[in-house]
């Protein structure tokens, strides 16, 4: 399918918040044409979002036994993965 405009802007403006700290994602397109990002440290640390045309995401966050999921603003989105130091070595 081809990807969303609107999902496309949700991308660019969650990387445009966290593009100073966050290593570059792989990104990949779901069926329903949203972008799907990932960034992969190993099977317990990652982070998957999908980045929704109505401006949403949906996020999972795993790092150790820590994990959060859900769904919710770019902006809560980055202030949880800022909290949680997602990419944090």
Do not use: C, Q
Not at 13 to 28: C, G, H, N, Q, T
Not at 59 to 88: P, Q
């Amino acid at each position: 399918s081809e990807l969303r405009e609107g999902s496309l802007r949700t991308f660019l403006s969650f990387w445009d918040a966290v593009r100073s700290i966050a290593p570059e994602p792989s990104l990949a397109l779901t069926p329903d044409g949203n972008l799907i990002a990932e960034w992969r440290k190993d099977s317990k640390h990652h982070v998957d979002v999908v980045f929704k045309s109505d401006g949403l995401v949906l996020y999972g966050i795993f790092l150790g036994k820590m994990v959060s999921e859900g769904r919710g603003t770019v902006e809560r989105l980055v202030d949880n993965l800022v909290r949680d130091r997602a990419w944090a070595d």
